[in-house]
Structure formats: C-alpha cells, structure tokens
C-alpha cells in the first residue's frame, strides 16, 4: 500500500519532472512519498492505540470478578479477550504451588490441546526461569534457547508473561506460535492492555480465599474452627438425604 502511494505521487510529478527537471522534481516527490508513509504511520499507530483502549475497557467489565469466580474461570476468561488481539497456536496461564514450587497450568486456549500433565519447577527451565522474574520474554525459538532444559518439551516463538503483586507471583502467561512469526513489542502493549485487570481479579480473588481461610480456621492449631465445622456437617446432611446414603 506504501509502495501504491509513491506509485501514483511519481506518476503525477512526471509531468512536473519534465518541466523543473529531474534534479528538482525527483527530490520534492521523495518527501512528498516520505510524508504520506509518515502519516499513514501514524494513523496506523492511532489506530492500534485505540483498539487497546477499547479492549481495555471491555476488559475491565469481562474481568470483574463474582462471587462464584475462581482462578481458573477468571484466566480462562483473561485468554478468551485477549485471543482477539493477540494470535497464538497456544495460549495458557501457569499457576505455582507455594508448598511444593511446583508450576501446572491451569487455564489453556490452544489447538493442540490442554497440557494438563505439564510441570515445571519453580527456577529450573524455561517456564521455571521465567516465573522468578518480573518482565516478560520474547523467545523467537524455545527449542534453542539457554535456558531450556533436556527434555522439556519447547518449540517455537513463545511469549512468556510473569503476573506479580507486591512481588509475589500470581500466574505466568505463555503464548506460542510459530518460529516464523515470532512476537514483537506490539504484542506487549496487547497483553498489557488487560493484564491490570486480570492481575487485580486474582489479587482480590487470593484475598478473599485468604480471609476465608483465616475465618475458617483456629489460628494457634490450623485445624476448623467449630463455625466451619458446622458449616461441613450441614453440607454432609444435605448430601446425605439427597442421595440417602448413611451420613456416618
């Protein structure tokens, strides 16, 4: 299209050429062509910025979290909004266990399928690696990258998203496509435009499991507390009665 518009600027100043010459013509359309490019550019860029704006804002609605939320049906959500903006083969949000430093994923968007027996370690690995830092990667080819270890299975252009609050690690975005098109910086600003609502759904979701947890449980031994108790035992009752199995 660039090449279209310097096309038909040489063809109208060949007549101009013919009566200033080459020497003043050829000049004056270069910066003529150069300014067209230029502002097609910037409207290119006005409109990317506008797209963003706009997912960001559908974003901030799609990701309000509800009551029955959890992590998984908040990243699932996260990768169905930005399938729209940014094009993957694969598409999944890893998760840690804080215990164990174990990374699973637990959100995927993929045609290949869910890699639901995938692990990593916290560290170790490419995903492993990632996780401890804060800013993301762009990998044109995982198969050769450093940090890959023997046998973890890696392959092609792969975009790698550590979420964090306060420091901690709340999820690890990863997007994978192939070697031929890897991800570009454009692709950043992409993910960047939902990723604050995301990452503030699983902030307020951790939250609240955390003060669920402390409500639930006696403090000095860990163990439920009797509101808990009670609340367990009503759930047994009703279980019981309806598929009228013995509550012992």
Request: glycine share 8%; proline share 5%; hydrophobic share 45%.
């Amino acid at each position: 299209e660039k090449l279209l518009y310097g096309d038909l600027l040489l063809l109208l100043f060949a007549p101009l050429g013919m009566l200033l010459g080459a020497g003043t013509a050829l000049p004056l359309g270069a910066v003529l062509v150069f300014g067209a490019v230029a502002f097609q550019t910037k409207q290119a860029a006005y409109q990317l910025y506008g797209n963003l704006k706009v997912a960001q804002a559908i974003g901030k609605i799609a990701l309000m979290q509800t009551p029955e939320d959890d992590a998984v049906t908040l990243s699932q959500r996260f990768l169905s909004l930005m399938a729209n903006l940014l094009p993957a083969e694969t598409a999944q949000i890893w998760m840690m266990d804080t215990e164990t430093e174990i990374l699973t994923p637990r959100a995927s968007l993929t045609l290949h399928g869910f890699q639901r027996e995938a692990k990593a370690v916290y560290g170790a690995g490419i995903i492993g690696k990632a996780a401890m830092t804060s800013e993301p990667r762009l990998i044109p080819e995982a198969s050769l990258d450093p940090d890959k270890l023997k046998g973890e299975l890696a392959m092609g252009a792969w975009l790698l998203y550590p979420i964090r609050s306060k420091g901690e690690l709340l999820a690890l975005g990863q997007w994978v496509r192939p070697a031929d098109y890897p991800f570009t910086q454009e692709d950043l600003q992409s993910i960047e435009s939902l990723l604050p609502s995301y990452a503030m759904a699983l902030e307020n979701l951790h939250i609240r499991e955390t003060m669920h947890h402390l409500a639930s449980t006696d403090g000095l031994t860990g163990l439920w507390n009797h509101r808990r108790m009670q609340e367990i035992l009503r759930d047994e009752v009703r279980r019981s009665a309806r598929y009228h199995h013995p509550l012992s």
